[in-house]
């Protein structure tokens, strides 16, 4: 064995310069790697993960500088050290793979152009052999017809394909250590399947050591060796994954894993601390004795189907060319029919692009369908166009939760006056205490401090952003709420949170929830019934349970496998030994 | 109120370009709002016994060839250069939102429509354009500010149209269609208030660029007449007299100019930052 570690991080802090002043975002940061080991840095948003890496290949932003400590990558110092050195570094002995495919790619350069550019800067391929090189790393990631993707643009590519030329551009040059930051994350579970075990592959081919950040314990599982868990700045512990999982010895590992739902957890263990506590005399949710027979139905969707018009191609608009009706429009949603009583809840499951958003959107009225008709509370409400459904009286009675809690909340307006908007607009309420004491009332329903309400939404963290978008949704006390995917976005100590308040404000007012999600452990969780959708249609529908211990279509029973677990007890990878 | 004051002094601490372009901005507004009060003479009042002096401390910018006080005169010009650049670039960032705003959400034959017009418009030669219009309604500072508004439309209608197409789709869009809200209220609180900052940026160079064309249009006859002050006025009087010597008659107007319309470019990006909410902590 090598004496000296190969990455050793000794006591190392970073401080960046803000406009409130200095702020430390890593402190005594220690960790080895030995060659060929594969680290997991496993935290939540905020933890410094990011920055120790960053800190690593010397990209940190112009504002943070190393204060103190020291990294050493194979004996060369990497902190102080001169930009020539790191340049020469980077992408030749430490690359990396970044979170966002599509925005770590050059937009304008097809992507083979862009793998050629990386062997060149670094002088392992002639001009002349280029080319051949960059198609046969494409063929090395898996990418179907390399030739024919050579020239592709990055928006030609889904999201797993370019995640494949960005790890195709990080291995090009061989480098010794790879950093992926969170190589995963907006890729769905099969695909993110896909990418780790090409990773794993070629890493393990190579003998290269690797740097895994993640937010999601069951990958650090599966695929790391080791993990450190960092919580604000600071690394609070350091096992093998068998001992972190089996024995965790910090109060925030066993937190952590604690908060993230795996196949056989219920909603009270994920959160066993500040929330569970208010309400821990509500017995937990048990869907078996509320069986849902004899419930009236709250709505009804008959054989709905949505179709897009695809964008024309020039020969298409030439006369002769053009065939049937039928090749110029995409169908998003094809003749699905379910129905949903009142105060049951509903998951919709399945991959990107499988209809489960376009459905969401046309239940809540945002969207016409091509045909078909949604009945809510015995009402067929598709006779109204969506354009003029904002001023009937059934909107306030339908109401949704984005998925990006960011991007729901109107920059410009305040915490207190996105949550007064629905009041204002559906209810008519005008006097302005009155309106302060109700958006207060419901603050404090979703459990989000009063004071945090003259904020704007920039000032507020994802979690408290999540809970201003609940918040409004139930202001006005909706029959129906929709959840689009309301907790992708969010760490998993605050998606047990958010899930725990999403139940007890089921079981409070008797709302129904359609949960659209990709997540099958975490539609589990909260809905008794659930449909899988795949390519606009749904392919399995049943009791939460059922579908996802017995899965019987093969579609299902990939998604379920392709999610990364963890086994609280016991050795945690069986995968990677086989 | 003292949180604005707060943002505004960090702003500017952060940037001494802003402060100073900050600074040329309040004494040009000073003296458009108090230029009568300050002018040491009369701009109009003539005194040909006193003609083609060169500047001294009497006449800090010399006296033109009616005898007239330069430095008055520039002080008072300001007043009516920016008068018409702030009415003209009012009108046009009123009517070109409203247009790009309606064709960014709708999109469609809105689009298409509104698109051809502004493409028509920039068509032209624009300051030939606005030589046009003025020529055509009529020798007044009214149609000075109409044909500089037309002209500058196009640009505002294109900003706006980008900026609204990109946030029709935007989570806060829709979640204000969910309580309620119809089209119209949603552009105008939505939408409106979040291209403020781009549409900033583009009235500060617009200020800048609708000063010159003002002049400009003096400058060849049209518009503002004789004997009322006015910058590009002056520059074309005291351009006869730059082969005489007389330097003083063309330079201080011209300065003048060059120093408005080189503030308002520098005002663009301090102003942006002042009403980006992201800047606000």
Partial sequence: ?578 | MERHLKHFCYVMGENPVTVFAFSLFALIVFFALFGPWIAPYDPLATNVANALQSPSWHHLFGTDQLGRDVFSRVIAATRLDLGIATSAVALSFLFGCALGCSAGFWGGWIDRLIGRFSDTIMAFPLFVLAMGIVAAMGNTVENIIYATAIINLPFYARVARAETSVRRQAGYVHAARLCGSGNIRILATQIFPNILPPMMVQVSLNMGWAILNAAGLSFIGLGVRPPDAEWGIMVAEGANYIISGEWWLAIFPGLALMLAVFCFNLLGDGLRDLVDPQRRT
């Fill in chain 1, 1 to 578: 064995m090598n004496p000296a570690p190969f990455l050793d991080i000794k006591q190392l802090s970073v401080e960046f310069q803000t406009r409130n002043g200095v702020i430390r975002a890593i402190e005594d940061v220690t960790l080895q790697l030995a060659k060929g080991e594969v680290l997991g840095i496993v935290g939540e948003s905020g933890s410094g993960k990011s920055v120790t890496a960053y800190s690593v290949i010397g990209l940190l932003d112009n504002a943070g500088s190393p204060v103190s400590g020291s990294a050493t990558f194979d004996g060369i110092p990497v902190t102080g050290a001169s930009e020539s050195t790191l340049r020469d570094l980077r992408g030749r002995e430490i690359s990396m793979i970044f979170q966002n495919p599509r925005a770590a790619l050059n937009p304008i350069r097809p992507v083979g152009l862009q793998i050629q550019d990386v062997l060149l800067r670094h002088g392992l391929a002639a001009p002349q052999t280029a080319k051949a090189k960059a198609i046969e790393m494409l063929g090395k990631v898996k990418i179907v017809n390399p030739e024919r993707r050579f020239g592709s643009y990055p928006y030609e590519l889904s999201g797993g394909m370019c995640q494949r030329v960005g790890i195709a551009i990080a291995l090009s040059c061989d480098p010794r250590l790879l950093i992926a930051d969170e190589p995963t994350t907006g890729l769905d579970v099969t695909t993110q399947k896909a990418t780790m075990d090409l990773i794993r592959a070629l890493t393990e081919e190579r003998h290269m050591a690797v740097v895994l950040i993640t937010h999601d314990l069951g990958m650090a599982a599966k695929y790391c060796d080791r993990v450190v868990v960092m919580e604000k700045g600071r690394v609070v512990e350091t096992a093998r994954i068998e001992a972190l999982f089996s024995d965790p010895q910090h109060s925030y590992t066993k937190k952590l894993i604690a908060a993230s739902p795996g196949p056989c957890s219920t909603l009270a263990e994920l959160a066993p601390g500040d929330e569970a506590r208010s309400f821990s005399s509500v017995a937990p949710s048990s869907h078996s004795e509320e069986t849902a027979v004899g419930r009236k139905n709250v709505l009804e969707v008959v054989s709905l189907v949505k179709e897009f018009p695809l964008p024309r191609t020039i020969g298409s608009l030439l006369p002769w060319t053009r065939n049937s009706e039928e090749a110029s429009t995409f169908r998003a949603v094809d003749d699905i029919s379910f129905e949903l009583k009142r105060g049951e809840s509903l998951g919709l499951v399945g991959e990107s692009g499988c209809g489960k958003s376009t459905t969401s959107t046309i239940i809540t009225r945002l969207m016409d369908p091509t045909s078909g008709d949604v009945i809510f509370d015995g009402q067929n409400i598709t006779t109204y166009p969506a354009e003029t459904f904002a001023q009937r009286p059934e909107r306030q009675k339908i109401q949704m939760v984005f998925q990006d809690p960011t991007d729901c909340l109107n920059p410009r307006y305040s915490a207190h006056d996105c949550i007064a908007e629905p009041l204002k607009r559906l209810r008519g309420l005008r006097n302005r205490s009155e309106i302060r004491s109700k958006v207060e009332t419901l603050a404090k329903r979703v459990g989000l401090p009063v004071d945090l309400l003259d904020r704007f939404p920039h000032q507020l963290s994802g979690g408290q952003k999540a809970r201003v978008g609940i918040a409004r949704a139930i202001a006005v006390d909706p029959l129906l709420l929709v959840l689009d995917e309301p907790t992708s976005a969010l760490d998993v100590s605050v998606q047990a949170v958010v899930l725990q308040l999403l139940d007890r404000l089921k079981r409070e007012f008797g709302m129904s929830y359609i949960f659209v999600s990709h997540d099958l452990n975490v539609v589990r969780l909260l809905c008794e019934r659930v449909i899988v959708m795949d390519r606009g249609r749904i392919v399995e529908s049943g009791l939460a349970e059922d579908v996802f211990r017995r899965p019987s279509d093969p579609y299902t029973q990939r998604l379920i496998e392709a999610i990364p677990h963890f086994e609280p007890i016991g050795s945690g990878r069986p995968e990677a030994e086989g």
